[in-house]
C-alpha cells in the first residue's frame, strides 16, 4: 500500500505541477496521513499548501468553519460534513483542490449505521465542484487509514486532474 501511495503522489505531484496548481487537505481519522505521503515526495512543496488535522468537531468548526449545526444533525462522519471540511480548507489555503476525510477507522467507535470502516470523503476545487463520496473498508485501524488516503489521493488523480 505505502508504494501505491507513494506512486499516486508522484503522478499528482507531476499533474499539480504541470497545472500550476496547489493542494491541501483536511483530515480527521488519517490523522495527518494524507498530508505525510504527500510531502514523502520530494519537491511537494511546489504544490501542496497545508494540511489540516481537525480530529475533534471543535476543530473542524474551528479551523474548517464546519458548522456546529452541521456537526449536531450529521455527526463528523457524514457527507455534509466533509463536504464543509474540503470547502473551508479551500478557503483556508492558498490552494486550487481539497480534499477531506472523517471516519471510523476502529477498533471500536462504530454504530449500525456506521460500522468500524466506514470513511466519508470530499473534494473540493476553485472551479466550484465539490464531490462526496463514502466507502466502508474491513480490515483493522491502520488498514483502514491507508485505504482512505489511498482512495481520497485516487480521486484528487482521476477527478480533479
Known amino acids: 500500500m505505502d508504494k501505491k501511495i507513494y506512486a499516486l503522489n508522484q503522478q499528482i505531484g507531476k499533474r499539480l505541477s504541470e497545472t500550476h496548481q496547489w493542494l491541501t487537505c483536511a483530515e480527521s481519522c488519517t490523522g495527518g496521513l494524507i498530508a505525510g505521503s504527500i510531502t ?19 476543530s473542524k468548526h474551528d479551523l474548517l468553519g464546519v458548522k456546529r449545526q452541521t456537526l449536531e444533525q450529521w455527526g463528523a462522519v457524514s457527507e455534509p460534513t466533509v463536504r464543509e471540511m474540503a470547502v473551508g480548507a479551500l478557503k483556508m489555503a492558498n490552494a486550487d483542490i481539497a480534499v477531506s476525510v472523517s471516519g471510523i477507522a476502529g477498533p471500536e467507535g462504530g454504530t449500525p449505521d456506521k460500522p468500524v470502516g466506514t470513511v466519508w470523503f470530499g473534494w473540493a476545487s476553485r472551479d466550484g465542484r465539490v464531490l462526496a463520496d463514502k466507502k466502508v473498508f474491513a480490515g ?4 483502514v487509514r491507508q485505504q482512505a488516503v489511498c482512495y481520497a489521493l485516487s480521486v484528487v488523480l482521476e477527478k480533479f486532474l
Open 40 to 58: 514523502d515526495v520530494a519537491g511537494s512543496s511546489a504544490y501542496f499548501d497545508r494540511g489540516f488535522v481537525t480530529y475533534s468537531n471543535q
Open 140 to 143: 483493522d485501524r491502520q488498514q
